[in-house]
C-alpha cells in the first residue's frame, strides 16, 4: 500500500500549493499517474469510450498536480512561478526536470520544514 500512498496523499493535499513535497514522494505520484494513464491509454486503442474516462481522468488530476509540482519546487527552495517554464517549448520541460529530481534543501526554508527531517510526506504551512 506504500506504493499507493503518495498518490492517495496528492489528492488528499487536493490544491494545496503551500508546503514542500519530498522528491521520493513526488517520483512515485508521477509513477502511479503514468501507469493509469498508460492503461486508460491501452484500454482506449480498445475500446473507444475509455477516451471519454481518459479525458476526465485527465482533468480530475491537472489541480492537485500543478499543486503538487509546486511543492516539489517549495522542496528545491524555488517559487511555484517556475511552473510557467513549462511554457518555454523543449528548453522550460528540461529545466523543470532538472528542479524535480534535485534534492531537498536542508532545514527549513521560506516555505516551511523539510518534510525528509520531520518524517512527513507532505507539509503544509
Not at 498508460?38 to 477516451?51: D, K, N, Q
Not at 534534492?103 to 510526506?121: L, V
Given at each position: 500500500?506504500?506504493?499507493?500512498?503518495?498518490?492517495?496523499?496528492?489528492?488528499?493535499?487536493?490544491?494545496?500549493?503551500?508546503g514542500r513535497?519530498?522528491?521520493?514522494?513526488?517520483?512515485?505520484?508521477v509513477l502511479?499517474?503514468?501507469?493509469?494513464?498508460?492503461?486508460?491509454?491501452?484500454?482506449?486503442?480498445?475500446?473507444?469510450?475509455?477516451?471519454?474516462?481518459?479525458?476526465?481522468?485527465?482533468?480530475?488530476?491537472?489541480?492537485?498536480?500543478?499543486?503538487?509540482?509546486a511543492r516539489?519546487?517549495?522542496?528545491?527552495?524555488?517559487?511555484?512561478?517556475?511552473?510557467?517554464?513549462?511554457?518555454?517549448?523543449?528548453?522550460?520541460?528540461?529545466?523543470?526536470?532538472?528542479?524535480?529530481?534535485?534534492?531537498?534543501?536542508?532545514?527549513?526554508?521560506?516555505?516551511?520544514?523539510?518534510?525528509?527531517?520531520?518524517?512527513?510526506?507532505?507539509?503544509?504551512?
Amino acid at each position: 500500500m506504500e506504493f499507493f500512498q503518495p498518490y492517495i496523499n496528492m489528492f488528499k493535499n487536493y490544491a494545496t500549493f503551500s508546503g514542500r513535497t519530498r522528491r521520493k514522494d513526488f517520483w512515485m505520484a508521477v509513477l502511479v499517474n503514468f501507469l493509469i494513464s498508460l492503461i486508460l491509454s491501452i484500454l482506449t486503442g480498445i475500446a473507444s469510450f475509455f477516451g471519454i474516462i481518459q479525458m476526465i481522468y485527465s482533468l480530475a488530476i491537472l489541480i492537485p498536480f500543478l499543486a503538487m509540482w509546486a511543492r516539489r519546487l517549495h522542496d528545491t527552495s524555488k517559487s511555484a512561478w517556475f511552473l510557467l517554464l513549462a511554457l518555454i517549448p523543449g528548453i522550460g520541460a528540461i529545466i523543470l526536470l532538472i528542479f524535480a529530481c534535485m534534492d531537498s534543501q536542508p532545514g527549513a526554508n521560506q516555505y516551511g520544514p523539510n518534510p525528509k527531517e520531520c518524517n512527513a510526506s507532505y507539509i503544509s504551512r
